[in-house]
């Protein structure tokens, strides 16, 4: 059976986790899970961009190493939404009589399509196309084949912040791995856990991390829009803190035990060996933030230049309200919509592991 190791590296904003594994032609296996937590970044800026990222990245190896993985040689690097960018534009070709469209026509097209030319402070990480327009305004997302008289491609290309690239890329340099490649997160994300059919029309992909956040527009072959905001489960912790003066690890574990679907009373307490608590005072907290999170969502679907169907399905992933109990229920009752969690059957998925699943995906496709 044809395989390959591969190791990704998933930047999220509270962890760092590496998982390498075996490309087979069917798909993918993990074989060793690695995983650091660390401060993180915040607006664009990682807190720490030497000393602590370099110690992560090393405990992450030594953790594979012990799960007996080989060598690392090539690191599959995964840009984080919050260091990403996504440009699209719009290129039409006629042609001087019908013809049936062939890749070399396809691939042509995004060099007139590039009009973007370099952005300062960004490198570009690939691009692709949405869909493509022909002459009788039938919209596919595969033209080669086609015959047409003119087609219209709407194209997006995927950018990295500077930010990202120059310490991250010191770092896997200093460590002696020199051969790296970089994609977009959101891309890999999109292509892993929203299905083909729907991304046709347009689906909605909404990532709660730990501080960092995202909505993510899939539409056709790609990421049409994405938008970033900075709340999530961390945040939530941090508000159960400052609520109760309880540490973070006491706080995780009543956000983990609230229940939001639950009708409850004003004497109702979630109890734990470190105190008991109003359940009814926890769930406002919580929801609190979620009206919050549920804000950005509704205005990151409305900044989107491309017009959502009503009923353009909307996926929810990531580890920050994944796993409380009835947050997604809640969100969907305040964008007005159902919510979906996006699921995975690869052995080993969880929501927290979403964005490096889907990483490890892309890796197996090459």
């Known amino acids: 059976m044809d395989k390959r190791e591969i190791a990704i590296f998933d930047f999220g904003s509270g962890a760092i986790r590496l998982l390498t594994g075996e490309k087979y032609k069917e798909g993918f296996k993990v074989n060793a899970k690695g995983v650091c937590d660390y401060s993180g970044f915040y607006k664009g800026e990682f807190f720490d961009k030497e000393k602590e990222l370099t110690l992560c990245v090393k405990r992450l190896i030594k953790q594979v190493r012990r799960a007996g993985a080989s060598r690392?040689?090539?690191?599959?690097?995964?840009?984080?939404?919050?260091?990403?960018?996504?440009?699209?534009?719009?290129?039409?070709?006629?042609?001087?009589?019908?013809?049936?469209?062939?890749?070399?026509?396809?691939?042509?097209?995004?060099?007139?399509?590039?009009?973007?030319?370099?952005?300062?402070?960004?490198?570009?990480?690939?691009?692709?196309?949405?869909?493509?327009?022909?002459?009788?305004?039938?919209?596919?997302?595969?033209?080669?084949?086609?015959?047409?008289?003119?087609?219209?491609?709407?194209?997006?290309?995927?950018?990295?912040?500077?930010?990202?690239?120059?310490?991250?890329?010191?770092?896997?340099?200093?460590?002696?791995?020199?051969?790296?490649?970089?994609?977009?997160?959101?891309?890999?994300?999109?292509?892993?856990?929203?299905?083909?059919?729907?991304?046709?029309?347009?689906?909605?992909?909404?990532?709660?991390?730990?501080?960092?956040?995202?909505?993510?527009?899939?539409?056709?072959?790609?990421?049409?829009?994405?938008y970033g905001f900075h709340s999530g489960g961390g945040s939530i912790t941090s508000d159960l803190c400052r609520e109760f003066g309880i540490d973070a690890e006491c706080a995780d574990e009543l956000k983990n035990k609230a229940d939001l679907n639950s009708v409850i009373s004003n004497t109702d307490t979630y109890n734990f060996e470190f105190g008991s608590y109003n359940a009814s005072q926890v769930n406002e907290v919580i929801k609190k933030r979620l009206n919050q999170i549920a804000d950005n969502i509704i205005k990151g679907v409305n900044e989107c230049p491309y017009p959502l169907s009503k009923n353009a399905p909307l996926y929810l992933t990531g580890g920050g309200v994944c796993y409380i109990c009835g947050a997604r229920e809640y969100i969907g009752s305040l964008i007005g919509k159902t919510v979906m969690q996006a699921e995975s059957a690869d052995s080993g998925f969880s929501y927290e592991l979403s964005s490096a699943y889907a990483l490890m995906n892309k890796a197996a496709k090459g």
């Open 72 to 226: 690392i040689k090539q690191a599959i690097i995964g840009v984080p939404d919050e260091f990403s960018m996504v440009k699209c534009g719009r290129v039409t070709v006629k042609f001087a009589a019908p013809r049936t469209i062939t890749k070399e026509d396809v691939d042509g097209l995004y060099y007139y399509a590039d009009c973007f030319g370099k952005i300062e402070g960004y490198k570009q990480l690939g691009y692709g196309s949405l869909y493509y327009v022909l002459d009788n305004r039938n919209r596919v997302t595969d033209a080669v084949g086609c015959v047409t008289g003119s087609i219209t491609a709407e194209v997006f290309f995927t950018y990295m912040d500077d930010r990202f690239f120059d310490p991250i890329g010191n770092v896997f340099r200093n460590l002696g791995i020199v051969q790296q490649k970089y994609v977009c997160s959101a891309l890999c994300q999109a292509d892993y856990l929203v299905d083909g059919v729907q991304k046709t029309k347009g689906a909605v992909l909404v990532d709660v991390g730990f501080v960092s956040s995202s909505v993510n527009v899939a539409l056709g072959e790609g990421t049409a829009f994405l």
